[in-house]
């Protein structure tokens, strides 16, 4: 008993298998896979699902974020760069920024392709029109993003929509309350959605990290989660 014990613990352990547990647990047999992004993993998750349900490899799928038990070196390694707020309070985009907060969650999300949904009868809460991603390539630091390599994100992601930058009303960012990084974020939404914006209503700008600090592999799913439910309220 005590070696079996051990092989499932050992193999309980490596990131990497943890989708395929949850697939045995509840008896999924379609794709699964564990996606490392850093703070985009959900995100990426979430893409490689559409694209899967979009190629007709499956019907439905389940995606989202995962990030618990912070550990030590964590707050170590973010501490080096200067990067945890002093105030331990997370401020996107405001004066007062001095740094993120760090927090734990996970959050799902169920999805479908739209006519499948509607045929069912399901309560669809959202429909993703457009997915866009991009990186810096040889930008300044990983902790460093430049307002270049976030605004082709935004601007492949309108394209994939095909929206105009001048109808979109509301943008959850991913404002880490991180000084360089907020900067740029801001100076990226202003060249994508500020040039030449004929609608006459503010954009709104809001980062849910305010509320529950910064989720890291899951953020990305905990700001769509929030941003869904703004719309519901809207």
């Not at 014990?5 to 509840?26: D, K, L, T």
């Not at 945890?84 to 907060?101: E, I, K, W, Y």
């Amino acid at each position: 008993v005590p070696v079996v014990v051990a092989a499932i613990a050992a193999v309980g352990a490596v990131p990497s298998s943890v989708s395929n547990r949850i697939a045995q647990v509840f008896g999924i047999r379609g794709m699964n896979m564990t996606v490392d992004a850093a703070c985009a993993s959900s995100f990426v998750a979430i893409d490689v699902a559409c694209n899967a349900l979009m190629a007709g490899d499956a019907n439905i799928a389940i995606a989202g974020g995962v990030d618990l038990g912070t550990n030590p070196p964590i707050y170590v390694g973010f501490c080096r760069v200067d990067g945890l707020s002093t105030q331990g309070m997370s401020n996107p985009f405001d004066d007062t920024a001095d740094g993120l907060v760090i927090g734990e969650g996970v959050g799902m999300v169920v999805l479908k392709r739209l006519e499948d949904a509607i045929a069912n009868g399901d309560n669809i809460r959202s429909v993703i029109r457009g997915i866009g991603s991009s990186s810096d390539g040889a930008g300044q630091a990983i902790y460093a993003p430049s307002a270049k390599g976030r605004s082709e994100a935004l601007h492949n992601a309108l394209n994939h929509a095909e929206m105009e930058h001048s109808k979109v009303q509301f943008i959850e960012a991913h404002a880490t309350s991180t000084i360089v990084g907020d900067a740029n974020e801001y100076d990226a939404i202003s060249m994508v959605y500020g040039k030449g914006r004929k609608n006459p209503k503010p954009l709104q700008l809001g980062s849910v990290k305010q509320q529950i600090g910064h989720l890291k592999a899951a953020a990305g799913v905990a700001g769509l989660l929030k941003a869904v439910l703004a719309m519901e309220k809207a």
